[in-house]
């Protein structure tokens, strides 16, 4: 009896080995420092808002995906996102290759086929292979997890070049409305009208880019007495009256990825993050504070850049629809030309509020995820010259990140409150759809 009781024991552990996954080899902190590297090159290309959350979107869905094929439980995007389903792969490969290899090798490879300048990624991908070769991970498994990411990949990237944007060089060149109310180029450089024709690109969760139109902006209306001109008015005044701390906060979340300056007659731009970087950048945050386990951090990353990316559609199809002129420069014609917001004005129409949209969403879903009252400090612009910031939630700095439109000039009142309500929205039904 004894000896079959020990001859059990044994079987029983030998099972647990056999079928228990392999430890990760790579970390939450590892993901979020590769996704970080992938920031850069866009900081670099001075990608625009839009296209950052495209990038975004496809790489972590491809390294979730990734992940998805190891454990029969981790949560995967296969019939969820729009003409999406799933990825094929041989099960002998996945057997032998290492998750969190695969998953990291993924993300790198999917910014090498996906960025303008993403052969700079070349290095980082062979840097992650000999990682893996240094803690112990055999040759024959390294080779398995480039094989599965290659496979990973193509397939993401099928599935991408089907999303429309490849057609947007196509369109009539867009020029803009001559009317009073109709957004205008703006100082310094007059740049064109930034992707127009955004909504034509494919949602990934929404059933259409205009499922979630905000209410309509205040009619243009330049009498002194209309609700216009009174929120035009509001911005100026709020322009010549900004504190220390309003000023902070409007620089702290201005991500603008090509600031245009003007020294004397010299023209010099200043490259930042884009809001989706931003938010990307306070995922990894709290992912990090939270110590969420790799798995969980690749999926959180995932549903954050995915809402973002749905998020600038729907907003972008509102801008290109209501065309609404900008704070500069109705206040230049209808107030005082010699006003200056203290933000360079976009080049693009103004309603509603890109940031207050995409905040929005991206705070409730972190919080859908992670908990309210996460407090965090925010050190996503300190290498851009800014002071990092306290928050007590992620609602907290939506909030803040949607008021800093006001203070830097750049919007109007109902902008913002609107496109609050408008990135709330489309965070509630993504919540709904993927029962988060």
């Known amino acids: ?118 052969y700079l990624l070349k290095g980082q991908a062979d840097s992650v292979l ?91 209306d330049t009498a002194k007495t209309s609700d216009f001109y009174k929120q035009m008015y509001h911005v100026y005044n709020a322009g010549k009256t900004l504190s220390k701390e309003q000023k902070a906060i409007a620089m702290f979340w201005d991500c603008n990825p090509f600031a245009v300056q003007q020294m004397g007659h010299v023209e010099f731009a200043l490259k930042k993050i884009s809001p989706g970087g931003h938010w990307i950048g306070i995922t990894g945050i709290a992912c990090l504070k939270k110590k969420t386990p790799m798995q969980q951090a690749v999926f959180i990353h995932a549903i954050v850049a995915a809402t973002l990316h749905d998020a600038f559609i729907s907003c972008w199809d509102e801008k290109y629809r209501s065309n609404r002129v900008r704070p500069e420069t109705a206040i230049n014609k209808w107030i005082d030309p010699r006003w200056r917001p203290l933000l360079q004005t976009p080049p693009f129409p103004e309603y509603s509020s890109g940031h207050s949209v995409i905040s929005t969403a991206s705070a409730t879903i972190l919080t859908q995820l992670l908990g309210d009252n996460f407090q965090f400090t925010d050190n996503t612009e300190t290498e851009f010259g800014l002071p990092s910031r306290k928050f007590s939630s992620f609602r907290a700095a939506a909030n803040e990140a949607a008021l800093s439109r006001l203070y830097g000039g750049i919007h109007y009142r109902d902008a913002i409150e609107n496109g609050q309500q408008q990135g709330q929205r489309i965070a509630e039904f993504i919540i709904e759809k993927l029962k988060l």
């Open 1 to 118: 009896m004894r000896i079959m009781k020990k001859f059990l024991l044994l079987f029983t552990f030998t099972l647990l080995v056999v079928v228990a996954k392999p430890a990760d080899h790579f970390s939450t902190k590892d993901y979020v420092l590769a996704l970080k590297k992938v920031t850069d090159i866009m900081v670099n290309d001075a990608t625009s808002p839009v296209a950052a959350a495209r990038y975004y979107a496809y790489i972590t869905l491809a390294a979730n995906e990734a992940q998805s094929l190891f454990y029969p439980n981790t949560f995967s995007f296969s019939g969820k996102l729009n003409k999406y389903k799933g990825i094929k792969a041989q099960q002998e490969t996945i057997s032998k290759a290492d998750p969190s290899l695969s998953v990291i090798y993924t993300l790198f490879r999917m910014g090498e086929r996906l960025l303008p300048s993403g």
């Open 130 to 220: 000999q990682a893996a070769f240094q803690k112990g991970i055999f040759k024959e498994n390294i080779d398995s997890s480039k094989r599965l990411t290659e496979t990973v990949v193509q397939q993401i990237m099928e599935w991408v070049q089907a999303d429309g944007f490849r057609n947007l060089s196509g369109y009539k060149k867009y020029t803009p409305n001559s009317g009073d109310d109709a957004w205008q180029p703006t100082a310094p450089i007059f740049m064109q009208a930034l992707e127009p024709y955004w909504n034509k690109v494919r949602t990934l969760l929404l059933d259409s880019c205009s499922q979630f139109k905000p209410l309509p902006p205040a009619n243009f």
